[in-house]
């Protein structure tokens, strides 16, 4: 039998579900500092922790619900793993080094149903969401793997912007976020978390509705609604206009700002023109948006886009600045090792086949 992920329970929950056992809560306390603080990586390893509630605990879940698959480390410190999940599917996790800390992107779901032209992960169909435990787990194996360094590294960061949309697996990412920011055990702040999605109006409002301060980041990839169906077929359902009511429901709600993500395409996006739409976008709510310039990473299947050349990108960064919209360029990491989101898992998947 499949065990659960023993990382997928909230603090609350893992209460709850011991209370129902006739086991009073002040052990769920012992095990989650079990699980977050000493790091354990079995039960047999828990120490001061009722012998009935690690039994229990035994039965139904398990430490282990992937296999490290594939690890590649790049030059500038980048960490990319392909972890094997209990029914055989490849995820992708990525460790970032920056200078403020660690960062780990975390994928949400096998495959990806919004299918964007431009992306790696798209490429292959939704075939699962991933349970709450299971977007923990690729985080606690990255704090392990920097456990084992002996150099007391730790996470400091998240995005969650791996293979899938967060949006679409909403409650298990919501889980997800509860477990690594409980002060008792992961503590990240909830500052240095940041979830980005496609789009999904409603769930915008619902994620400012949850009262988490995570940050919130917007693909957007086009100004208007004829670039941006033609770029992302998600616009089509869920266009500009209610995506824009989404974004201000979530500034006046949250008081926060929200992140802009635009991948800049070759030919495609990057003149002079998008550059005054996007600024003319975000004009009565400039003080509330970061825009984030992303240079494209070239995926083999995708072929008819092209990285921006280097001067449309500083006259697009130019224009925006001009017209006081805060924004940057955002660094590289990895390009050496697939650094496409879903790169690597799709270049896996058909060499795999291939044998
Ligand atoms: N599904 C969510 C989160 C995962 S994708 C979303 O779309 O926001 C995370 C980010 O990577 C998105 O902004 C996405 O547009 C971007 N991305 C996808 N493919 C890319 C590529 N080949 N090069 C650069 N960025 C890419
Ligand atoms: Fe899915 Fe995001 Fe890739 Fe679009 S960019 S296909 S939403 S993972």
Redesign the pocket.
């Known amino acids: 039998m499949m065990k659960e992920s023993i990382y997928g329970l909230t603090f609350e929950q893992l209460s709850a579900w011991l209370l129902e056992r006739g086991i009073k809560p002040f052990h769920a306390a012992q095990v989650w500092e079990q699980l977050y603080r000493k790091r354990v990586t079995s039960f047999t390893e828990m120490s001061g922790v009722k012998e009935e509630c690690v039994k229990l605990l035994s039965e139904r879940f398990s430490f282990q619900t992937m296999q490290q698959h594939v690890k590649q480390e790049s030059e500038d410190g980048t960490v990319k793993f392909l972890f094997k999940l209990q029914d055989g599917n490849l995820i992708e996790t990525v460790l970032m080094k920056h200078k403020y800390g660690l960062s780990v992107c975390v994928t949400t779901?096998v495959g990806?149903?919004?299918?964007?032209s431009?992306?790696?992960?798209?490429?292959l169909k939704k075939s699962r969401d991933l349970s709450s435990g299971e977007i923990v787990e690729q985080i606690m194996n990255v704090q392990l793997h920097l456990d084992e360094r002996n150099k007391d590294e730790r996470v400091s960061h998240i995005v969650v912007?791996?293979?899938?949309?967060p949006f679409?697996n909403f409650e298990n990412m919501i889980d997800f976020i509860n477990v690594v920011i409980d002060p008792k055990g992961l503590a990240i702040g909830s500052r240095r978390i940041t979830v980005?999605?496609?789009g999904l109006a409603k769930k915008i409002r619902e994620f400012a509705d949850t009262g988490l301060n995570v940050n919130l980041a917007l693909?957007l990839h086009a100004p208007n609604n004829e670039l941006r169906t033609r770029i992302?077929k998600?616009n089509k359902a869920i266009p500009l206009e209610p995506l824009m009511e989404a974004v201000d429901y979530y500034i006046t709600t949250t008081n926060r700002r929200i992140t802009i993500e635009y991948i800049l395409l070759r030919d495609v996006n990057d003149h002079q023109k998008e550059a005054e739409e996007l600024a003319d976008l975000f004009q009565d709510k400039k003080q509330k948006v970061y825009v984030n310039l992303i240079p494209y990473n070239p995926v083999d299947e995708h072929g008819q886009y092209q990285r921006s050349e280097q001067a449309s990108v500083l006259a697009f960064y130019d224009t925006l600045k001009k017209r006081g919209i805060n924004c940057k360029i955002r660094q590289e990491h990895g390009t050496d090792i697939d650094a496409a989101?879903?790169q690597l898992r799709s270049k896996q998947i058909k060499k795999e086949k291939a044998q």
């Open positions: 779901q990806c149903n919004i299918g964007c431009f992306c790696a992960s798209g490429l912007m791996g293979i899938g949309e679409d980005s999605t496609s693909s992302m998600i989101c879903g």
